[in-house]
C-alpha cells in the first residue's frame, strides 16, 4: 500500500506542471491577443480593419533606408534611360490617376539591372521594382502598368506593415513559450510551443496568400482608374504561368502563391465586370 501511495503522489507534480503550463500558455495567449487588437486602424483608402504596429512615417522611413540595400541586391538600376523614364512616367500615371494619389506614399518606380530574376516588389514608402528579366517578359504598356499597380496595390493595403504586425505578435508569443518550456523534458509539456509555432506559420502563410488575391485585384481597378485595360493583370499572371519551364528565377511567381486560384478570381471578376 507504502508503495501504492507514492507512485501516486510521483505523478502528481507532473499533473500539476501540465496544469500550470496550460494556464500560462492561455494568459500569455489571451495578452498577445489583446495587444493585437489594441492596434486596430481603419484604412481610409481600402476601408478595412487592419492590426499595425507602425505609423505611416515609420512605414515610409523603413522603406526609403531599405532601398538602396534591394537595388544593390538586383545588380543596380537599369541603364536603359529611355526605359527608366517609361517606368517612372506609367507609374506617375497610375498614381495621379487613381486613388493611390490621394495616400500621402512619397511613390518612386525602377527599373533594376538583373536580367536573370524575374521579380517586382515594393517596399513600404512606395518605392516600386521591376527587374529586367520580368520588363522583357512583358508584351505592351498595358501589362507592365500591370505589374506596377499591382505593387501600388501592396503599398496603399499596407500589406507590408500588417504582415510585420503579425510577425511580431508571432514571434513575441513563440518567445514567451520558448521561456515557458525551456525546461521541458517532454513532447506533450511543450505541445503549446510547437503548437504555436505552426500555427503562426500557417496564419502568415494565410494572411500572406490573401493580399495578393486584394493587390490583383485593386490593380484592376487601378488600371482601369489610369486608363489602361482591365485585364492585363490577369495577362501578367498568364504570361509568367507559361514561362515556368524556363531557365529563368522566377522569383516573382514563386512568391505569390495559388496561381491557378489567383486566376479563376481573376476571370470570376472580369465575368462579373461584364454583366455590371
Not at 495621379?96 to 500621402?104: I, P, R, V
Not at 502598368?145 to 496595390?153: F, G, P, S, T
Not at 528565377?249 to 476571370?267: C, D, G, M, V, Y
Given at each position: 500500500m507504502r508503495s501504492l501511495r507514492l507512485q501516486r503522489v510521483d505523478r502528481l507534480p507532473g499533473r500539476v506542471s501540465l496544469w500550470a503550463h496550460s494556464s500560462i500558455f492561455i494568459g500569455i495567449l489571451t495578452a498577445a491577443l489583446i495587444v493585437f487588437m489594441s492596434m486596430r486602424v481603419t484604412n481610409p483608402l481600402t476601408g478595412q480593419h487592419q492590426y499595425?504596429?507602425?505609423?505611416?512615417?515609420?512605414?515610409?522611413?523603413?522603406?526609403?533606408?531599405?532601398?538602396?540595400d534591394m537595388i544593390a541586391q538586383y545588380d543596380g538600376l537599369d541603364p536603359d534611360l529611355q526605359a527608366q523614364a517609361q517606368i517612372a512616367e506609367m507609374g506617375q500615371n497610375l498614381v495621379?490617376?487613381?486613388?493611390?494619389?490621394?495616400?500621402?506614399y512619397p511613390f518612386a518606380f525602377h527599373l533594376l539591372a538583373n536580367s536573370e530574376t524575374m521579380n517586382a516588389f515594393a517596399l513600404p514608402s512606395g518605392q516600386v521594382f521591376i527587374t529586367r528579366a520580368l520588363y522583357n517578359r512583358l508584351q505592351n504598356s498595358d501589362q507592365i502598368?500591370?505589374?506596377?499597380?499591382?505593387?501600388?496595390?501592396h503599398v496603399i493595403a499596407r500589406h507590408a506593415a500588417e504582415q510585420s504586425a503579425e510577425k511580431q505578435m508571432v514571434q513575441a508569443l513563440t518567445q514567451s513559450i520558448y521561456q515557458l518550456t525551456s525546461g521541458a523534458q517532454t513532447i506533450t509539456a511543450k505541445t503549446p510551443l510547437v503548437l504555436t509555432v505552426i500555427g503562426g506559420q500557417l496564419l502568415t502563410a494565410e494572411f500572406a496568400r490573401g493580399d495578393e488575391f486584394q493587390a490583383d485585384q485593386m490593380a484592376e481597378d487601378l488600371l482601369d482608374q489610369a486608363g489602361y485595360k482591365r485585364g492585363a493583370m490577369l495577362d501578367v499572371i498568364l504570361i509568367l504561368r507559361n514561362s515556368l519551364g524556363s531557365n529563368d528565377?522566377?522569383?516573382?511567381?514563386?512568391?505569390?502563391?495559388?496561381?491557378?486560384?489567383?486566376?479563376?478570381?481573376?476571370?470570376?471578376?472580369a465575368q462579373y465586370m461584364e454583366l455590371k
Open positions: 499595425i504596429f507602425m505609423t505611416r512615417q515609420e512605414e515610409i522611413a523603413v522603406g526609403l533606408q531599405t532601398a538602396p495621379d490617376e487613381s486613388l493611390a494619389g490621394s495616400s500621402g502598368a500591370a505589374v506596377l499597380a499591382h505593387e501600388i496595390a528565377q522566377n522569383t516573382w511567381f514563386n512568391s505569390h502563391p495559388e496561381l491557378e486560384k489567383r486566376i479563376s478570381a481573376l476571370q470570376e471578376a
